[in-house]
């Protein structure tokens, strides 16, 4: 009767750590930060964007232990303020909703209870103006840009089943315009977004 006992015991305890060893997927939820440079183009203006928190969530697939495809979705609200080159004067402020969706290939190598990793894919960054006091142009519209998104980070490992994770983020995109020609730069920036939150597998 023991030795039954215990042969199940043995059996429940390598099916459960099997079963952490299989998890191939996982779930994250990180507070981000959006930082963007300031941006001149066509010798009229310079433009900046406000330093802002948002939140992300990604949905990540293992394709092997070392390689997988990400899901994500950033959302974060700010302002982009265009100035007069010379005078520096304001000559529009654009309250916006910032929403990214994007895919991305990773790689992690796993050393113990860190796992570093890699990534590198596309998506399309969503600018929203927001019709309050924030903005001062009413005839500005939603733009929608595609870019590229690469980034750096580790994940440690606190449990089988959950991780802290921290990134550095960085979208290369055109700079949003929101159909207004006096905003309009011609140029491309990189916004980052360094990350930090919890995943749990499954």
């Known amino acids: 009767m023991k030795k039954t006992v215990l042969l199940g015991a043995l059996l429940v305890s390598a099916a459960v750590g099997a079963r952490a060893q299989e998890s191939r997927q996982d779930a994250s939820i ?7 440079p300031q941006v001149s183009g066509n010798a009229v203006l310079p433009m900046r964007t406000t330093l802002v928190t948002g939140i992300l969530g990604s949905y990540r697939y293992l ?7 990400e899901l994500n979705y950033g959302w974060a609200q700010n302002s982009l303020v265009y100035n007069a080159y010379s005078a520096g004067v304001p ?3 654009v309250h916006t909703r910032e929403q990214e969706i994007s895919a991305a290939y990773v790689y992690s190598r796993n050393y113990k209870n860190f796992n570093p990793f890699v990534e590198g894919g596309v998506g399309g960054m969503i600018f929203t103006p927001i019709l309050d006091n924030g903005t001062t142009r009413l005839d500005t ?6 870019g590229g998104l690469f980034g750096a980070g580790v994940a440690y490992e606190i449990s089988p089943s959950f991780d802290i994770r921290a990134e550095y983020r960085g979208f290369v995109l055109k700079v949003p315009d929101f159909g207004v020609s006096a905003f309009t730069t011609n140029r491309y920036y990189v ?12």
Not at 141 to 146: F, I, P
Not at 192 to 200: D, F, H, K, Q, R
């Open 30 to 36: 990180s507070g981000l930060e959006v930082v963007a």
């Open 191 to 202: 916004i980052s977004t360094p990350s930090i939150g919890v995943a749990y597998h499954f």
């Open 141 to 146: 519209r939603q733009n929608t840009r595609v």
């Open 91 to 93: 000559i529009g402020r």
């Open 63 to 69: 394709l092997t232990p070392r390689s997988g495809l």
